[in-house]
């Protein structure tokens, strides 16, 4: 059963149970406000009958009449009470006056034919009653039974009775209604909520069949839905941003396998040419020598490059965790500036340091070393013979803060921003050439990684840079780097 389905359903059923407990209370209150009206009028007659009502003896005490038993009991008895009574019945009212034993005293008879028990009840004890078919033209009745004493004068029993034919009436013209319209409500509710429900579950269709369109091969592809800013308008967005991100990171990681073809391409065919010339004809030893020589280097490239990529691949996965422990800075910068101290000398380069004494900080040295040593060795693979590079280090805001300076070429401000991008070199042809000698492929990938390793350790890299003057990358370092959980 579809959503659509099932909300139009429950809705129409929760609307049903509501109307029928609704109705049944107007039904009920109705009919006892009705009832009670009724009763207050019977009420009302009984009054004025009994505040209209005397008793006059006369002739023989009513004792002595007892005392002799005889059968005439009633009739003398009736013969010598007087009853006066004043009063005209409303319209439908029906009455009549009993003596204590239930004979009539007054009878105007309403109630002839009926049979009308005499009543037992004594004074106080009023009794209301249903009574079907009581009257001879069988009219429904509400009687009301109510003995009375006049306090030094008699007792008796009024009964007075109306017709409730007018609540029946009242009764099954609301039935009828409700049985009409309760149906006629809930086709209606039920269509409109079918129509909202359907409304509402539109997109979600349209999202669906979209959705389905997309495979993994054309994830360009989006919604692209004009709906609402509502609920499923932002769920149709939300899934655009997906489909952008997912793009985005196939996009990246098909940029990266071409890239990586192609840069274990280059070396590969160096390789093969360089072998084919040493093989085309017998040679020397020395020149067998300088091939072996040339494909050790290129080895060396590609074993640096693949490694490269392993440490990526894994970066990509998060599988790099750090060896945290605290350790001063200071130390491990003489350490690597000394290990580029010889390639700084070939190249005609003067590399300096610049810290205090001492510089605690904890993080993974040997990451922080592979970033710092591959900053410091592009200063000097980049910078021309008789420039300068200049390592500092201090503590500001409580951060590391290591900037690696140089007075090389400098780097254009559009090449800037791509940088810290993998693969990214701003002359292709020539870095790839210039030799590496922190063990990096020279491919575009060392900034990159270096980047990475800045931020795993909840740093970053900066870089300022003037065409002519040089450029200096600055590392911040938090002094303790971030629980890796
Ligand atoms: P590569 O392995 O080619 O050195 P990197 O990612 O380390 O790749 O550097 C990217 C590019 O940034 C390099 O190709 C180079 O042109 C430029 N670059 C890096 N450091 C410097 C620097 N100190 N001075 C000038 N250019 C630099």
């Known amino acids: 059963m579809n959503i659509r389905l099932r909300l139009t359903l429950w809705y129409t059923a929760i609307l049903f149970l509501t109307l029928a407990l609704f109705s049944s209370a107007v039904y009920i209150g109705l009919t006892r406000s009705l009832m009670v009206t009724l009763d207050n009028h019977l009420q009302r007659e009984v ?101 009375f004493v006049i306090e030094q004068q008699g007792a008796g029993v009024v009964q007075v ?34 129509f909202l429900a359907s409304n509402a579950l539109n997109p979600i269709d349209r999202i669906t069949r979209a959705a389905r369109q997309i495979s993994a091969d054309d994830l360009h592809h989006r919604l692209n839905l004009k709906l609402p800013n509502d609920e499923v308008g932002r769920l149709a967005a939300t899934f655009d941003q997906m489909l952008a991100r997912l793009d985005d990171a196939f996009e990246r990681q098909k ?14 065919t160096i390789l093969k040419g360089d072998v084919e010339v040493a093989l085309n004809r017998p040679r020397s030893a020395g020149e067998y020598r300088a091939t072996l020589d040339m494909v050790n280097q290129t080895t060396d490239r590609l074993t640096a490059l693949v490694e490269e ?43 300096d340091l610049d ?16 970033l710092l040593l591959n900053l410091i060795d592009n200063a000097i693979k980049y910078s021309n013979s008789g420039a300068s590079v200049t390592v500092t280090a201090t503590i500001e805001h409580d951060q590391a803060h290591i900037a690696i ?17 993998r693969f990214y070199r701003v002359d292709q042809a020539r870095s790839r050439h210039v030799a590496a000698s922190d063990g990096s492929s020279g491919a575009g990938l060392g900034l990159s990684i270096a980047a990475w390793l800045a931020k795993i350790h909840g740093g970053r890299i900066e870089v300022e840079s003037q065409v002519g003057q040089g450029t200096t990358f600055i590392v911040w370092l938090p002094r303790s780097a971030p629980d890796q959980s």
């Open 161 to 194: 009775a109306e017709s409730y034919r007018h609540i029946q009436e009242v009764q099954r013209q609301l039935l009828l209604l409700l049985a009409l319209g309760l149906p006629f409500i809930l086709l209606a509710a039920g269509l409109g909520g079918w």
């Open 355 to 370: 810290t205090p004494v001492e510089l605690q900080i904890e993080a993974d040295p040997a990451k922080l070393s592979r």
């Open 47 to 147: 009054s004025e009958i009994i505040g209209n009502l005397k008793f006059e003896h006369s002739g023989e005490d009513p004792e002595e009449s007892e005392e002799e038993g005889n059968d005439d009991d009633h009739k003398i008895r009736s013969g010598e009470l007087e009853i006066e009574l004043n009063y005209t019945p409303e319209e439908g009212v029906f009455w009549r006056l009993l003596a204590e034993n239930g004979q009539p005293l007054r009878d105007p008879g309403y109630f002839e034919g009926a049979a009308i028990a005499p009543t037992t009840l004594t004074a106080g004890q009023t009794q209301f009653e249903y009574a079907y078919a009581t009257l001879a033209n069988g009219t429904p009745i509400r009687l009301y039974t109510a003995p």
């Open 405 to 421: 300076a140089d007075t090389g070429p400098g780097i254009d401000p559009e090449h800037l921003p791509h940088l810290f991008e």
């Open 309 to 351: 990529l392993f440490l990526l691949a894994r970066a990509d996965n998060h599988q790099f965790p750090l060896q945290l422990e605290p350790f001063d800075l200071v130390e491990l910068l003489r350490r690597d500036v000394m290990k580029l101290m010889p390639r700084a000398f070939e190249k005609n380069i003067s590399l």
């Open 255 to 268: 940029r990266f396998i071409a890239d990586a073809s192609h840069e274990m391409r280059t070396p590969l």
